[in-house]
């Protein structure tokens, strides 16, 4: 499968004090090298873009996103989606992305939203997802508040009863995350796995497409050591992205 992952890295920047003087510097972080791993490893063809690159670089025209399968959206805002730098910095008018997205996975696309800081509502709702066309063709219904439950004592996942080609050979119970988004199924939605009796992970069909929540982190801080070298971690993302990509009538892969 085709796929774009947007988001899951972030630009550190720090100054540290040594006496009088001050030594200021910043590097970019990737959280999301387990994923691309699993991801190419199982033959998918995956490009990253990074946070930074998002607001200008992300696809703007269906025929742009006909580029690819599946979309991951991860730790990215709305912002950087609806504010592209001729919006923002001059003040001109540009597509919608969240409308687009949208419209492509109706078209046959494969969207997936996984859950951070600035996933669905986020920290603070400053990923502002809440009454957007994203939230609309996912399956779930987004809290207009910090939607965020941390658990810091570690909280492992539970599969439901559910037979779903996502989950096929997982064990019933995974392992421990740190926090996760408090996320509402919608009734047409299938619940895949939960944690503490909230969904965890779930699927739909919109239209000729697909689309998929994973309330959790694909990477840390929410996603530990445990749940990044799980042996189930490369297989569950492997098959989430298949099932989603197979709803597109654009690759046979």
């Given amino acids: 499968m085709r796929v774009l992952l947007a988001g899951e890295s972030w630009v550190n920047a720090a100054t540290d004090y040594k006496g009088y003087d001050a030594f200021p510097h910043a590097q ?3 959280g999301c090298a ?6 190419q ?4 063809a995956v490009t990253h873009l990074r946070s930074h690159d998002v607001a200008e670089h992300f696809p703007s025209t269906l025929e742009d996103l006909a580029a690819y399968d599946v979309v991951i959206l991860s730790d990215i805002g709305s912002n ?3 504010l592209p730098p001729i919006v923002f910095t001059h003040g001109r008018p540009a597509p919608n992305r969240l409308k ?7 078209r046959g696309g494969g969207l997936a939203m996984a859950g951070g800081y600035l996933s669905f509502q986020g920290f603070q709702g400053r990923a502002n997802y809440h009454r957007t066309p994203v939230e609309d063709v996912l399956p779930v219904r987004i809290s207009p508040y910090d939607d965020r439950v941390e658990t810091p004592e570690g909280v ?7 037979e779903h080609p996502v989950t096929a050979g997982l064990e019933q119970s995974w392992p421990i995350l740190l926090g996760y988004q408090r996320l509402q199924a919608r009734d047409d939605s299938t619940v895949l796995a939960t944690i503490e009796d909230e969904p965890l992970l779930l699927v739909r069909d919109v239209g000729e497409g697909r689309t998929l929540a994973f309330a959790s982190d694909i990477s840390p801080h929410w996603a530990p050591r445990e749940f990044l070298e799980w042996d189930g971690y490369g297989r569950l993302f492997d098959q989430a992205v298949r099932w989603l990509g197979a709803g597109s009538a654009v690759s046979d892969d």
Wanted: aromatic share 4%; proline share 0%.
């Fill in 34 to 39: 387990e994923l691309l791993d699993a991801l």
């Fill in 80 to 82: 950087s989606l609806l």
């Fill in 100 to 106: 687009l997205l949208a419209e492509w996975a109706r």
């Fill in 41 to 44: 490893g199982a033959g998918h």
């Fill in 28 to 30: 970019v972080e990737i």
């Fill in 156 to 162: 492992g996942g539970v599969r439901t009863a559910v």
